[in-house]
């Protein structure tokens, strides 16, 4: 691989469960979206560096290099500047801690800057803009903050740093003592500076360092467990549930590729697979949220489950471009909105209901759901009677032609599979008989994709493709990991669909933007983790190590990948790809952790 070529996304993300941030290396705000994660941007320079605005502390002599560390544990972020001048760090976090019995998650972000060596001179620009680059905000001058105005919006920038900077380009500062930045949305900050941002500061590193010190993090690739699974817990919109697949809007899966799409969505099968990250680690409070979001949306459309809603349980999400944004090193479109809202994707009920299953059979939780299982189980069936002679979009959200999909089979036989449990649970008979004939139709339809000659089941039915999405096969239990047709069905993927270190593609068939061209990093995941369900444990630990080298500086994982050096691609950081890195990495741990492991080593 020629790492010479590498592009990686030179981002680190903040958050607070209400909004995320990027900050890039060279301390400037690229991406923030307020007040929500789907609202415009007031900082887009990852979209447009001339109309997405501007927030950075960049050094007035020349810059010698930067770099950028997580303080351990924590989504608090640290960037170092070394200038000619002087060493200077960026500390830049979202205030999250416990208050009052809730949890305090203003809009606010806050930047420590404070010198390390030398005598840095800084400037420091904050210039946001609204509705998507299109206008800027008026800006006045405070006794110790800034004001921003446009219409009945209004942001506020205080600081103890000297406002007569912020008006004066040419006239820097000499950092010589911690300066703070206190940026907020709606309300302004009126309270001390240095005293209230230090406060900030402790609490919500001990807000992290509790919420991990309280998650079972498997020994294996601790580190990098630790770290994935803080990105998607920002990923969940804290005040609906709702968990988005990315924070991020049309970074292109490729170069020039035109798969450009917005993210800042949440899709329910996304939702179901970081929900089986989190409750891998014992966080269970993510998924009690995300019940009352699925709840909330189904008691207002009892009509079809589309694939994606809006955070706050929006249906309409009408897609349309930006044309006059450049794009991310000139890539368009920019879209804002997302048309595969509109699409029949029917794995979504299967999905929902095994996401959601813990809470209707897990004994610590079920005494506060009793009433709800029946009614929501039920319908869940209902929808899938309805759906499962049907052609969909499928998992990869197809535009423009749909076929009766094995994934979307797969996931309307483990929801039947996961009511039958529930029936059993509450003896409830009628549910059960039913969830065993839709259980037996949906491994009718998929056995219908299975090619006998080759060994493999296809990716839908009548058809000779081959897609990653069928490793769920084995992972789900639906093949015995132990049997001759789930290593052969493995082995003709491979085949197929596996590329350099251990990357691989969704599929290799062309759609409706031609062919593919960069690999797919949940799926590289996925099929780690069916390596180390078929046994083949020492070709999944290594696989997974070779993954670990398509990360940022930071750990982080973008969606795609290009094969041939390594480049990041897709919407970044990618909730997808960090589910598939924890879920391999529990997936291993638990492996390596069996009896049978231990016995094996033993006996060598």
């Given at each position: 691989?020629?790492?010479?070529k590498?592009?990686v996304?030179n981002?680190?993300?903040?958050g607070?469960c209400?909004?995320i ?6 301390t ?5 979206c307020?007040p ?6 007031v900082?887009g320079?990852?979209?447009?560096k001339g109309l ?7 050094p007035s002599?020349p810059?010698?290099?930067?770099s950028q560390?997580?303080?351990e544990?924590?989504?608090i972020?640290?960037?170092?500047v070394?200038s000619?001048?002087g060493?200077?760090?960026?500390t ?6 416990e208050q ?11 930047r420590?800057i ?9 400037r ?10 299109q206008?800027s905000?008026?800006k006045s001058?405070g006794?110790n903050?800034?004001?921003?105005e446009?219409g009945?919006?209004?942001m ?6 000297p406002i007569s ?6 006239l820097?500062y ?5 300066i703070?930045?206190?940026?907020t949305?709606?309300?302004?900050f009126?309270?001390?500076i240095?005293?209230t941002a ?6 919500t590193?001990q807000y992290?360092?509790?919420w991990?010190k309280?998650a079972s993090?498997p020994?294996f690739?601790?580190?990098?467990v630790?770290?994935?699974s803080?990105v998607l817990k920002?990923?969940?919109y804290?005040?609906?549930g709702?968990?988005i697949a990315?924070?991020?809007?049309s970074?292109?899966e490729?170069?020039?590729s035109?798969r450009?799409w917005?993210y800042r ?8 697979y970081v ?9 269970f409070?993510e998924?009690e949220?995300?019940?009352s979001?699925?709840a ?5 459309d ?21 044309d006059y944004?450049?794009?991310y090193m000139?890539n368009?479109p920019?879209?804002?909105g997302n048309?595969?809202s509109e699409h029949?994707?029917?794995?979504v009920?299967?999905?929902?209901l095994i996401?959601l ?7 610590r939780f079920r005494h506060?759901?009793?009433?709800f299982?029946?009614?929501w189980?039920?319908f869940?069936l ?7 002679d ?5 998992i ?5 032609f749909e076929n009766?999909h094995?994934?979307?089979n797969?996931?309307?036989w483990?929801g039947a599979?996961?009511a039958?449990?529930i029936?059993?649970?509450y003896?409830?008979a ?5 969830a065993?004939?839709?259980?037996e139709?949906a491994a ?7 090619d006998?000659?080759?060994e493999v089941?296809t990716n839908?039915?009548?058809?000779g493709n081959?897609d990653?999405?069928?490793?769920q096969l ?14 052969m069905h493995?082995?003709?993927l491979?085949k197929?669909?596996k590329?350099e270190?251990?990357?691989?593609y ?7 933007f ?7 990093l ?5 099929y780690v983790?069916?390596?180390a369900?078929?046994g ?8 997974f190590?070779?993954?670990l080298?398509?990360?940022?500086h930071?750990m982080l994982?973008s ?5 041939s050096d390594?480049?990041?691609w ?6 997808y790809s960090?589910?598939?890195?924890v879920n ?13 492991f231990?016995?094996?080593?033993y006996?060598?």
């Amino acid at each position: 691989m020629n790492r010479e070529k590498k592009h990686v996304y030179n981002t680190g993300i903040i958050g607070n469960c209400a909004y995320i941030a990027h900050v890039d290396k060279s301390t400037n705000i690229s991406w923030l979206c307020w007040p929500s994660f789907q609202d415009t941007f007031v900082f887009g320079g990852l979209l447009d560096k001339g109309l997405g605005g501007e927030f950075s502390v960049l050094p007035s002599t020349p810059s010698v290099s930067t770099s950028q560390h997580y303080v351990e544990n924590t989504n608090i972020l640290a960037t170092v500047v070394e200038s000619e001048g002087g060493t200077y760090k960026v500390t830049d976090f979202a205030p999250r801690f416990e208050q009052y019995e809730r949890y305090y998650k203003p809009l606010m972000l806050i930047r420590k800057i404070e010198p390390v060596s030398g005598h840095p001179k800084i400037r420091v620009k904050c210039d946001p803009v609204f509705n998507y680059g299109q206008q800027s905000f008026e800006k006045s001058r405070g006794s110790n903050h800034i004001q921003f105005e446009r219409g009945d919006v209004k942001m506020r920038l205080a600081t103890n740093m000297p406002i007569s900077h912020f008006f004066d380009d040419d006239l820097p500062y000499v950092l010589s003592k911690p300066i703070y930045l206190i940026l907020t949305y709606g309300s302004p900050f009126e309270a001390p500076i240095e005293r209230t941002a230090e406060d900030f500061l402790k609490r919500t590193k001990q807000y992290w360092r509790k919420w991990v010190k309280n998650a079972s993090i498997p020994s294996f690739y601790q580190k990098e467990v630790i770290r994935s699974s803080l990105v998607l817990k920002l990923h969940q919109y804290e005040d609906t549930g709702a968990i988005i697949a990315a924070s991020t809007t049309s970074l292109p899966e490729f170069p020039g590729s035109g798969r450009n799409w917005d993210y800042r969505y949440c899709w329910l099968r996304d939702s179901y697979y970081v929900l089986q990250a989190l409750s891998h680690i014992g966080h269970f409070e993510e998924m009690e949220r995300y019940a009352s979001y699925i709840a909330n949306i189904t008691q207002t459309d009892r009509g079809r489950l589309q694939p994606l809603y809006g955070i706050m349980g929006q249906h309409q999400l009408d897609e349309y471009t930006l044309d006059y944004l450049e794009g991310y090193m000139g890539n368009r479109p920019i879209r804002v909105g997302n048309q595969a809202s509109e699409h029949i994707q029917n794995d979504v009920y299967g999905q929902a209901l095994i996401a959601l299953l813990p809470l209707f059979t897990d004994h610590r939780f079920r005494h506060q759901n009793l009433a709800f299982t029946k009614d929501w189980t039920n319908f869940i069936l209902d929808k899938i009677e309805a759906t499962i002679d049907e052609k969909d979009a499928g998992i990869w959200e197809f535009r423009n032609f749909e076929n009766r999909h094995c994934y979307s089979n797969l996931f309307q036989w483990a929801g039947a599979t996961a009511a039958l449990k529930i029936a059993k649970q509450y003896n409830l008979a009628d549910m059960a008989a039913k969830a065993i004939s839709l259980r037996e139709k949906a491994a009718a339809h998929i056995e219908s994709c299975y090619d006998a000659q080759k060994e493999v089941y296809t990716n839908a039915v009548e058809s000779g493709n081959l897609d990653a999405s069928t490793l769920q096969l084995i992972m789900m239990n639906y093949l015995d990991p132990s049997s001759h047709r789930a290593k052969m069905h493995l082995e003709q993927l491979e085949k197929e669909l596996k590329g350099e270190h251990g990357l691989f593609y969704r599929y290799l068939h062309t759609d409706d933007f031609g062919k593919p061209k960069a690999t797919f990093l949940v799926c590289a995941f996925w099929y780690v983790e069916a390596l180390a369900c078929v046994g083949r444990l020492d070709e999944a630990q290594e696989v997974f190590k070779q993954l670990l080298s398509f990360g940022n500086h930071l750990m982080l994982f973008s969606e795609d990948v290009n094969e041939s050096d390594g480049s990041q691609w897709g919407n970044f950081p990618q909730a997808y790809s960090h589910v598939g890195l924890v879920n391999a990495a529990y997936r291993i741990s638990m492996k390596l952790d069996s009896p049978a492991f231990f016995d094996s080593l033993y006996e060598q």
